[in-house]
């Protein structure tokens, strides 16, 4: 069994593992509890088919990011998607967007990350999610988009969870995002606790934010506030002049053993990048556990690694997914070990890119 082969079944048996620990934590919600269990009896299912697609030599991965637009409706300093993504040609349109979940779901994707910008600018995505209610659907937005429309539409689906993006506590957020945003968004997480909503947050930890985010009793207050689901990022500097906001090396360090804390004294799920993804091998990018597909079409191997010699306006996503690159990638092992200070293929781009060109010239 090769190791990536070995990989993809402890990554298959983790998913599992997280969603029976969704499950205990919101029992008392039947609703919601039925959605996850109905998620559950997916992922083997979709095991199943990935297995089989991988027989045909089609490595399809559990989980795809999905950056559906790249407006937004703030301008964050440090942001990567405004780093990255400087593309001209014209976002893929609904309809395409439309087929690219039905082909994924097809091939047995099991998870859908979707971020953006702001995912909400394109509202199509509430119509394409209540399609695949087995899929959980994990949205990454900055939450000023949610009013009481929506929170009601997330009340009908269960398979969709907000994830709103805070900076730490009001100083921090209301600093890189608007004054006056951290209350707004603690109003909208009120409203979305007292409707039932299971939503979580996005926290990047910087130098500056790691003390206030990781500090217990600010885990305690956005536990308060009716937060489930923690999503803790390690931050890669893409933006020139943010090399300082990198973690020290101590502060790196201590993200496991406080998050085996707060996993143990409060109900919510708690999961870091990179740090969980050690657990399953190393970086899961590449079609180890994820791919990346950008506003335009263009297939990657990760958020961070804008590198691509495949786009999906004219290309099914199977075939996509036979990319030369996210082959060579997963082919250098060197490229998926974790050793802090942002993502390995960003740091590493260099190398990514003489592999993008090898396989260009190849074609």
């Known amino acids: 069994m090769n190791s990536t082969t070995n990989n993809r079944k402890i990554l298959n048996k983790s998913l599992h593992i997280f969603f029976k620990d969704a499950l205990k934590i919101v029992i008392k919600n039947p609703m919601q509890a039925f959605s996850f269990f109905r998620t559950l009896l997916w992922l083997r299912k979709a095991a199943r088919l990935r297995s089989n697609w991988l027989k045909q030599g089609i490595n399809v991965p559990p989980i795809i990011i999905y950056s559906i637009t790249n407006e937004c409706n703030l301008d964050c300093k440090g942001c990567y998607a405004k780093?990255?993504?400087?593309?001209?040609?014209?976002?893929?349109?609904?309809?395409?967007?439309?087929?690219?979940?039905?082909?994924?779901?097809?091939?047995?994707?099991?998870?859908?990350?979707?971020?953006?910008?702001?995912?909400?600018?394109?509202?199509?995505?509430?119509?394409?999610?209540?399609?695949?209610?087995?899929?959980?659907?994990l949205i990454f937005t900055n939450g000023l988009l949610i009013d009481d429309e929506m929170i009601l539409t997330f009340k009908k689906q269960k398979n969709v969870i907000p994830l709103i993006s805070l900076e730490g506590d009001a100083e921090d957020t209301d600093k890189r995002r608007g004054e006056g945003t951290f209350s707004h968004l603690q109003k909208t997480m009120e409203k979305m606790k007292k409707n039932g909503t299971?939503?979580?947050?996005?926290?990047?930890?910087?130098?500056?934010?790691?003390?206030?985010?990781?500090?217990?009793?600010?885990?305690?207050?956005?536990?308060?506030?009716?937060?489930?689901?923690?999503?803790?990022?390690?931050?890669?500097?893409?933006?020139?002049?943010?090399?300082?906001?990198?973690?020290?090396?101590?502060?790196?360090?201590?993200?496991?053993?406080?998050?085996?804390?707060?996993?143990?004294?409060?109900?919510?799920?708690?999961?870091?990048?990179?740090?969980?993804?050690?657990?399953?091998?190393?970086?899961?990018?590449?079609?180890?556990?994820?791919?990346?597909?950008?506003?335009?079409?263009?297939?990657?191997?990760?958020?961070?690694?804008?590198?691509?010699?495949?786009?999906?306006?004219?290309?099914?996503?199977?075939?996509?997914?036979?990319s030369r690159?996210?082959?060579?990638?997963?082919?250098?092992?060197?490229?998926?070990?974790?050793?802090?200070?942002?993502?390995?293929l960003w740091k590493e781009r260099e190398m990514v890119n003489a592999l993008l060109k090898k396989e260009t010239t190849k074609n």
């Open 198 to 322: 299971f939503f979580g947050n996005s926290l990047t930890l910087t130098r500056s934010n790691f003390s206030a985010i990781m500090d217990e009793q600010y885990i305690k207050d956005v536990v308060d506030f009716g937060c489930k689901f923690f999503l803790f990022i390690e931050y890669t500097p893409t933006v020139e002049g943010t090399d300082d906001w990198v973690l020290t090396q101590d502060q790196w360090s201590q993200v496991t053993k406080l998050l085996n804390t707060y996993r143990s004294k409060y109900p919510a799920l708690f999961i870091a990048v990179p740090w969980d993804e050690e657990d399953v091998g190393g970086c899961l990018s590449a079609g180890r556990g994820f791919v990346h597909i950008n506003a335009v079409g263009d297939l990657e191997p990760c958020p961070f690694a804008p590198f691509s010699d495949i786009n999906l306006k004219n290309t099914s996503l199977k075939e996509a997914l036979q």
């Open 83 to 137: 780093s990255l993504h400087h593309s001209l040609d014209k976002e893929l349109s609904d309809e395409r967007m439309k087929q690219i979940f039905k082909e994924a779901n097809e091939l047995g994707v099991s998870f859908f990350v979707i971020a953006g910008g702001e995912p909400f600018l394109r509202p199509e995505i509430m119509n394409i999610t209540k399609n695949y209610r087995e899929i959980i659907f």
């Open 325 to 344: 690159l996210l082959e060579s990638i997963r082919q250098k092992p060197e490229l998926s070990k974790e050793t802090g200070e942002g993502c390995i």
